[in-house]
């Protein structure tokens, strides 16, 4: 059941070329409603017993191990939910191929969140780069193929650093099956002298991907030049694989290279916390401005991983599901403008909640969760996180990290005023408002927002479940919650 | 009179079986190019051919763990041995596939039959355990390549081959004299007996000059520059056969002399140099492959960086580095005998499908071969789902293991490289309004499609089974 989750969007992206290319719209409900029985099987299949296949036996024991719990479950319903919305609200060119594509990679990525086995990690890993290479050089807009070797370069050397450390922990440790187990509880806590450097193979791997300063430069063109559902999905569940793995893989599998290295990252999650959001504030292609700003987010959630404080890593969970719900929804609504308009520029656009107000209303929700307001995701996500920062005694960092969650709020009414307000353009197109479709799709969206805002227990204990907190010192959840 | 006894008996003869059905079959097709009208004259001459390898194939598989030294120890059969036979049987069967077009019609018997010799050749190195068997194994093998090579019509054949026939046979003396100091040393020709040798410095300067001659056929750098002029001169299936079959027989020497013939305590000394040059050809084929648009000349700068990471599997010389080394390179047999598959289907009646303006927009042209070369590219860049991600994760083991960690390390800057090389390609596939759009045309032959299926299957399957003979290492003495 739970490999199922895996294969079928694999063989079902292979399966949508033998439509005629000219189904179009075919080829879209299709893909949604494949999106969208993974996100039903993935909730059906929740907590159930691991799947295990034996891989290799030399030179070290590797199973294609898969297993459904925790924060990857959470992600897993993300990445389903997101790439069903978002092929559901936009479109596309040549829709038969981008939603093989956009298969392929919803099988892949759910691969990472599944696998219980560090080698099956790092080939869904690698294998969750191809569709996106591929998407970038087949949908980008212009000729110019540089966006999609850089997002290549940085990532697969990330990728390939990630799978030098896989091959020397299963070298060292004579086994790979470790994700899920903590210290003490079947696997045991590395030696320095081979720690350090099998860290070190995977922080760069997760640094590239999230993307964490100074290793973002990818990001913002990427972002720029995917196509609107495609976007949506990478910078909602791609770019959080990384953060993940230093949950899911690191922490627990190697506490004490966490801890040492916790001065730098902190270092690295503030710079890019603060130089995120100052770049966000002076951009002018809105998808920049989403971009700049998640890397000002992904900052902060850095920050959490690297407390070790308990309360600060439920926080991390929450906000890197919300982050990943409204960044999808922020990048499906500037799909649907971009689609009505023909730009994206914040210079270009004004006026037009006079004749869209829906169109206007969506993006105001998606802005409202990004700049944090009480009551949605990403204020939850947010104040666990600062509150458990202050409580781990790291106070200068809390304190640095509140300007730019401030400054988020100036640079996403930016957005929304620019895009919405002021007078009329006169020289953009005036078309319809959302049509019932495109609301229908937004809707789990907004609502999975309102959820994670009023009750995010359920995503905040996740971690408790799946990752073992007490290896990083601070106080227990249990202690704080109520 | 004397009567004169033969010192062999049926159990020699049964060892070197696989070898002598592929040494006599040339024989049957010679015959059958003499004899039949020219209408059918190809295709059973390919139906020969490729029926005396499988029947090959079937005899060395049957000798499936009968280990024997035959002939006084000058060539031993078992596991090993079979392991690379069967490399060369299949890489020489795929070659066979994309052979539809090699030569004249009055020169394809003859053409067929060289490239059975060649690959008997190679069968003989993948067994041969003392130096006059290697010698004279390494020599069908090339001999039979030299008229190869210069076969096809093109301006640069003769070029071609005449570089190769220079080169190789310098090389070749090299390695004739490190075999000259290397008996004068040990004062045996046999590789069982170089464990202590008399004059350790002879042996040593032998073997390095042994191993140049050696390098040289693996074309790994600094013996490498002829490797791109020969692939692109020399025509297609050759060039397939070559990169394949001649890296196989080498291969199988180069490892039963670095596991079975090096003394123990001088392994690590004498192979330093062969697991640099191993690092050297890492890069540089990577390198070199950046700027080639020729797809022939790419694959063979890809070769070169693909036999530095089999070699670099051996280093250390571990058990299961020689287990990791052939899984690695049957992996690379399938997915680089596939995109030659590709190149042989995209060519036609007067042209070879090697420049890469031939690969413009073909992802919305030819859809399926497409995303089957998308599917070797991948392989042979190392990542998932293919046999290159998984033999490239068992290298990086067991160098790790082997406390090689600084090869492991160039091992991941090369393929880093590389990825690019090959990416280039699938961006030419599946970018927009990149080229003009080109004619239709008819494709030579269907027969590549056989290879390009078995190819990509077999590259899928390895990845999540990988096969790696379990029983080579007690064999290879």
Redesign the interface.
């Known amino acids: 059941m739970i490999a199922a989750l895996v294969l079928l969007p694999i063989l079902a992206g292979f399966a949508s ?1 033998l439509m005629p290319r000219r189904a179009e719209l075919t080829a879209k409900w299709f893909g949604v409603l494949i999106a969208f029985v993974c996100f039903v099987l993935a909730y059906l299949a929740y907590g159930q017993s691991d799947e295990s296949l034996r ?2 036996q ?3 024991t590797a199973n ?1 191990h898969v297993g459904l719990n925790g924060l990857g479950f959470w992600l897993v319903m993300l990445l389903t939910l997101s790439t069903a919305c978002a092929l559901a609200a936009l479109r596309v060119p040549r829709q038969r191929d981008f939603v093989a594509q956009m298969l392929f990679l919803l099988g892949a990525m759910t691969g990472v969140f599944v696998a219980r086995d560090l ?1 099956v990690f ?3 890993w ?2 969750m ?2 569709p996106v ?2 998407i970038l ?2 949908w980008a807009p212009g ?1 110019s ?1 540089a966006t ?2 850089r997002y ?2 940085y990532n ?2 990330g990728g ?2 990630l ?2 450390a ?3 922990y ?2 060292v440790e004579g086994t790979t099956d470790v994700i899920g187990l903590s210290a003490g509880h079947g696997a045991t806590a590395i030696g320095a002298a081979w720690g350090i450097w099998i860290f070190a193979g995977y922080a760069f791997g997760f640094l590239v991907k999230t993307p964490v300063w100074p290793f973002h430069t990818w990001m913002p063109d990427t972002y720029a030049d995917l196509p609107p559902p495609a976007v949506a999905v990478v910078s909602a569940v791609q770019s959080k694989a990384g953060l993940y793995g230093f949950l899911v893989v690191t922490a627990p599998l190697l506490p004490e290279q966490m801890r040492s290295a916790a001065t730098a990252m902190f270092v690295l999650g503030l710079v890019g916390l603060v130089y995120g959001a100052l770049v966000a504030l002076v951009q002018d292609d809105a998808k920049r401005i989403v971009a700049y700003s998640s890397l000002s987010h992904l900052g902060l959630i850095l920050l959490a991983v690297f407390s070790g404080n308990a309360l600060a890593i439920a926080g991390a969970a929450v906000y890197i599901i919300a982050h990943g719900v409204f960044s999808a929804g922020l990048f499906v609504v500037l799909g649907q403008v971009e689609e009505r308009e023909e730009t994206r520029l914040v210079s270009r656009l004004g006026g037009l909640d006079a004749v869209d107000p829906k169109l206007a209303g969506a993006l105001h929700i998606m802005v409202l969760a990004a700049l944090g307001l009480p009551g949605l995701g990403g204020f939850a996500g947010e104040i666990l996180i600062l509150t458990g920062l202050f409580q781990a005694g790291a106070v200068w960092p809390a304190a640095i990290a509140l300007v730019p969650v401030v400054l988020a709020a100036a640079y996403m009414l930016r957005l929304f005023q620019h895009f919405m307000h002021g007078p009329s353009r006169e020289d953009i197109p005036q078309r319809a408002d959302l049509r019932p479709a495109e609301l229908l799709a937004l809707a789990p969206l907004v609502i999975a927002i309102v959820w994670l805002g009023v009750y995010p227990a359920p995503v905040a204990d996740s971690v408790s479940k799946s990752i073992v907190t007490s290896d990083l010192s601070g106080p227990k959840l249990a202690g704080v919650r109520r | 009179m004397p009567t004169l006894t033969i010192p062999w008996g049926e159990a020699d003869w049964n060892a070197i079986l696989p070898m002598t059905i592929v040494a006599l079959t040339p024989l049957l097709v010679i015959a059958a190019d003499l004899l039949l009208p020219r209408s059918v004259r190809r295709g059973v001459v390919l139906l020969v051919a490729a029926l005396g390898l499988i029947a090959a194939g079937i005899a060395a598989a049957r000798g499936w763990g009968h280990p024997y030294a035959a002939f006084g120890g000058g060539f031993i059969a078992g596991g090993f041995t079979i392991v690379f036979q069967e490399i060369v049987i299949v890489g020489a069967l795929f070659s066979l596939l994309l052979a539809t077009r090699l030569g004249r019609d009055d020169q394809s018997g003859g053409a067929i039959a060289l490239l059975l010799w060649s690959a008997s050749g190679a069968m003989l190195m993948a067994g041969a355990a003392n130096l006059m068997t290697i010698f004279l194994g390494l020599e069908l093998l090339s001999l039979a390549l030299y008229a190869l090579c210069g076969i096809s019509a093109r301006a640069t054949a003769r070029e071609a081959a005449l570089k190769y026939l220079i080169l190789s046979s310098t090389a070749t003396g090299f390695m004739l004299y490190g075999m000259a100091l290397l008996f004068g040393a040990t004062g045996s020709v046999q590789l069982s007996a170089f464990g202590a040798p008399a004059s350790p410095a002879l042996f040593t300067l032998g073997s390095g000059l042994f191993l140049i001659g050696l390098v040289f056929k693996l074309s790994l750098v600094p013996f490498h520059i002829w490797t791109p002029d020969v692939y692109e001169g020399a025509p297609l299936p050759v060039t397939a056969f070559m990169s394949v079959v001649t890296k196989a027989g080498a291969l199988a020497v180069l490892a039963r002399f670095a596991y079975a013939a090096l003394p123990q305590q001088d392994v690590g000394a004498i192979l330093l140099p062969l697991w640099i040059v191993a690092a050297l050809s890492m890069i540089v084929g990577n390198v070199g492959a950046l700027a080639q648009t020729d797809m022939k000349r790419l694959l063979a700068y890809s070769g070169i960086a693909q036999l530095g990471y089999v070699v670099t599997a051996l280093a250390g010389t571990t058990s299961l580095g020689l287990r990791y080394a052939i899984f690695y390179l049957a992996a690379y047999m399938f997915m680089n005998l596939g995109a030659f598959a590709v190149v042989a289907l995209l060519s036609h009646e007067h042209e070879e499908g090697s420049h890469l303006n031939a690969y413009a927009a073909l992802g919305y042209r030819r859809p399926v071969l497409a995303a089957a070369m998308t599917f070797f590219l991948l392989a042979l860049a190392g990542l998932p789902p293919t046999a290159g991600f998984t033999g490239k994760l068992l290298i990086l083991a067991s160098s790790v293991d082997a406390g090689y960690g600084w090869l492991a390390v160039v091992l991941i800057v090369g393929t880093a490289i590389s990825a690019y090389v090959y990416l280039k390609i699938v961006r030419m596939m599946y970018a927009r309004g990149v080229g003009a759009p080109q004619p239709a045309r008819h494709p030579a032959s269907a027969l590549p499609w056989i290879g390009v299926t078995i190819c990509a299957l077999a590259t899928l399957v390895l990845t999540f089974y990988p096969l790696a003979p379990s029983d080579v290492l007690p064999l290879v003495k």
């Open positions: 070329y891989w290799l030399r030179p070290f294609f080698l790092a080939l869904f690698d294998l780069l191809i290479f591929l050089i087949a000729r193929t999609a070797w290549l370069v697969l050397t390939l650093t799978l030098l896989t091959a020397a299963g070298v």
